[in-house]
């Protein structure tokens, strides 16, 4: 398997990692005085050794935080607690977790029932349900949704081309492979969607109309996101995007 990081990379640490001051020998494992490195803390892989010996892990990796606090970890016990010290990778790495993804799905989904429950009540418009009289917020969702897709895909069948690009991101879809260079235009788009989008709602709604769909049209995206993200692909995602495209799309023209 490629390494997608090499010396003088920078890394942020996202949990406490312990490092063994001592390099590791061909001949047995100097285990020797510890060193601890804390979550938050920057650093720079200064150098990487490869001992076939190792029945673990046979790379280790020498992290330096500074001159006074550097030693060696194991390569897959270093990937568990770091990220790429850069903006882009950071945010995939946040929303990267399987876990995070299934907890904030679930409550989500019930903010957006109550929000539904409420806007019956008070008769407040919804996306997809009882709309505004524009096709943005629709539009946008579902381009978010095909954007999860790609992003399900990628993982999927490019998941290679996905790692070089976590720790080399750009927004620049230029030079990307094919895949990643079209999941970054579906970003892009998404970005003028969402700007189309709150234009449309500041032109037709006002004072509270305008926080209540603010807020479905947010968890409305959110769930279709998490959902689209974390369900099994293609058997299952790909159906019900389809399936949510046809409703969508009834919900903006077929009621006219």
């Not at 029932?113 to 969702?141: Q, T």
């Not at 998941?159 to 690009?165: G, K, P």
């Not at 479905?216 to 998490?226: E, G, I, W």
């Amino acid at each position: 398997m490629p390494r997608h990081y090499t010396a003088n990379f920078n890394f942020r640490l996202t949990g406490d990692l312990p490092l063994q001051r001592e390099q590791p020998l061909h001949t047995q494992q100097v285990r020797g005085d510890s060193v601890w490195l804390r979550s938050g803390d920057e650093v720079v892989v200064a150098q990487i050794a490869v001992i076939p010996e190792d029945s673990v892990d046979t790379v280790w990796v020498k992290l330096a935080r500074d001159q006074m606090t550097q030693g060696w970890v194991r390569e897959g016990r270093m990937m568990e607690s770091v990220v790429p010290s850069d903006p882009i990778s950071e945010f995939i790495n946040l929303f990267s977790s399987r876990h995070t993804n299934y907890f904030m799905s679930f409550s989500l989904l019930m903010l957006l029932v109550w929000l539904w429950m409420k806007s019956k009540r008070y008769r407040m418009p919804v996306v997809h349900y009882d709309d505004i009289g524009s096709g943005y917020p629709a539009a946008f969702c579902l381009t978010l949704s095909a954007s999860a897709l790609l992003y399900a895909w990628i993982q999927k069948y490019h998941a290679e081309a996905w790692q070089e690009y976590y720790f080399h991101p750009s927004l620049n879809p230029f030079g990307q492979p094919w895949i990643v260079a079209l999941f970054l235009c579906s970003v892009w788009a998404l970005t003028v969607m969402a700007l189309a989008t709150a234009d449309e709602m500041l032109r037709l709604l006002k004072g509270r109309g305008l926080l209540f769909y603010g807020a479905t049209l947010v968890a409305v995206a959110m769930v279709d996101y998490m959902f689209f993200t974390v369900a099994p692909f293609p058997w299952v995602s790909v159906p019900c995007f389809i399936i949510y495209l046809i409703y969508a799309l009834y919900q903006m023209y077929g009621k006219n």
